[in-house]
């Protein structure tokens, strides 16, 4: 019955690798979302797919690449990973809204050390 | 950019006593959404304010949403160790589709 599901949920790597965290959710949502979560906790949007259209686009590096191959898939693809790329990663999922603010729905998250 | 500032960032109480958290900006918002999120998990809705005015309970928790819709608060009466946890306000603007703007977080523990 898990509505949003990331795998994997924990990732240590070394400094240098590329690596990849993978999300779906079976609650028939057009909208998916990647959030990065610091240490101080602070909740910060990277990018998001409407019908897998990419609509936010945030000043990220150009080392992380979303892939969205259907509405129910967004896959995060992080090159050449940094230290400062330890964080807490945060699939999320809702209903596209023209800024009504839906529901969103976020998965357990992945912790990622990078070394 | 739209900012929402959120405090205090830390609370730390005694089971029994009450708080309130603050959410502000100087944007008008479309919708404002309190989430709660347990460690290890992500955080979960507890309740959506669309009226400038608007009040709604949920059981112990109280939610406000100011009459210009710029801020907003939580209360929570007789606070107990189950509320502990990352608090995070989250408000939406009609000019940013269905994109959430999310506050610093509030971080509440509630001793027994």
């Known amino acids: 019955d898990t509505a949003v599901s990331q795998t994997p949920k924990y990732l240590v790597t070394q400094m240098g690798n590329d690596k990849s965290i993978k999300c779906e959710q079976n609650?028939?949502?057009?909208?998916m979302y990647w959030y990065k979560q610091d240490s101080k906790k602070f909740l910060k949007i990277m990018f998001s797919?409407?019908?897998?259209?990419?609509?936010i686009n945030e000043t990220v590096p150009n080392r992380f690449s979303p892939k969205s191959p259907d509405k129910a898939h967004l896959n995060l693809h992080i090159n050449s990973l940094e230290l400062g790329d330890s964080a807490v990663y945060f699939c999320?999922?809702?209903?596209?809204?023209?800024?009504?603010?839906?529901?969103?729905?976020f998965g357990p998250g992945t912790r990622l050390l990078v070394l | 950019t739209q900012l929402l500032e959120q405090s205090p960032q830390f609370l730390s109480i005694q089971e029994g006593e009450n708080l309130t958290v603050y959410c502000n900006s100087s944007?008008?918002?479309?919708?404002l959404q309190w989430y709660r999120q347990e460690p290890g998990e992500g955080p979960v809705l507890l309740v959506t304010?669309?009226?400038?005015?608007e009040v709604k309970k949920l059981k112990r928790l109280t939610f406000q949403f100011g009459d210009a819709r710029k801020d907003s608060s939580l209360h929570i009466t007789a606070a107990q160790p189950g509320d502990t946890g990352l608090y995070l306000c989250?408000?939406?603007?009609?000019?940013?589709?269905?994109?959430?703007?999310f506050g610093e977080g509030t971080q509440l523990t509630v001793n027994p």
């Open positions: 999320a999922s809702s209903q596209w809204s023209s800024g009504s603010g839906e529901t969103q729905y």
């Open positions: 609650l028939g949502h057009d909208t």
């Open positions: 797919y409407n019908n897998k259209e990419l609509i």
């Open positions: 944007s008008v918002f479309s919708s």
């Open positions: 304010v669309v009226t400038g005015g």
């Open positions: 989250a408000g939406a603007f009609w000019t940013s589709g269905s994109r959430l703007t």
